[in-house]
């Protein structure tokens, strides 16, 4: 009765011994990517470019923004020229907000 089931049997079990081979090997490659993610993790700042050797700050935004004054009254809106730069924002007398 099982006889004849036989080599499909067989043959089942080869590809699934190969699936499993697979599924390991793409389990290495992975856990090794993952592994090289989390050492690379500190030195990346997605506000920096890599250009050569040598890493350019781009600016990331700039525009006129509405800033309010201090209350001292009433306080008042200006618009204000403002420069987002890596991790500095700077608006239009020159002073930085880090």
């Not at 525009?63 to 618009?79: E, F, L, N, V």
């Amino acid at each position: 009765m099982f006889t004849d089931s036989e080599p499909s049997m067989r043959e089942l079990t080869g590809k699934l011994t190969n699936l499993r081979e697979e599924q390991e090997k793409i389990e290495k490659k992975k856990i090794n990517f993952e592994q090289y993610i989390e050492k690379a993790r500190p030195f990346y700042n997605p506000l920096t470019v890599r250009h050569s050797s040598k890493q350019i700050t781009i600016p990331v935004k700039s525009g006129y923004i509405m800033k309010q004054s201090t209350p001292i009254k009433r306080s008042t809106w200006k618009r204000t020229y403002f420069e987002l730069k890596g991790d500095q924002f700077r608006y239009y007398n020159g002073v930085i907000i880090t």
